[in-house]
């Protein structure tokens, strides 16, 4: 994938457009979505990033990464029921996955 080859030299621009020429090729790509959402995120676009994370779990719903990397953002911007609901999305997929679990743990204490 060109675009993980673009991040790994630390050309993100190009990772970018990699990513976007994906998405037009094909519009089911979830992953691509991810992380162009991600890269979005890194550029501070919150609400494209939101929108890439949420596209991309409603191509593929057995992913955890879309999920997390949501719900991560949503906790960062203080978010934390809606953070809550989408770690549990996670946490369907991937159920052993650890930093789910330990968002879970920190929202869970927060609402305690």
């Known amino acids: 994938n060109i675009s993980h080859l673009a991040i790994g030299i630390g050309d993100l621009g190009l990772a970018y457009q990699a990513l976007k020429i994906s998405v037009a090729a094909d519009s089911k790509h979830a992953h691509a979505y991810n992380n162009l959402a991600v890269l979005e995120l890194k550029k501070g676009n919150v609400d494209a990033a939101r929108s890439g994370f949420g596209q991309s779990h409603t191509l593929n719903p057995f992913a955890f990464e879309a999920p ?15 953070s809550f609901e989408v770690v549990k999305k996670s946490l369907e997929c991937y159920p052993e996955h650890s930093e789910s679990k330990e968002l879970l743990k920190t929202l869970e204490q927060k609402f305690t």
Do not use: P, T
Request: glycine fraction near 6%; charge should be negative.
């Open 68 to 82: 997390f990397n949501l719900s991560l953002l949503c906790f960062k911007l203080g978010e934390f029921q809606e």
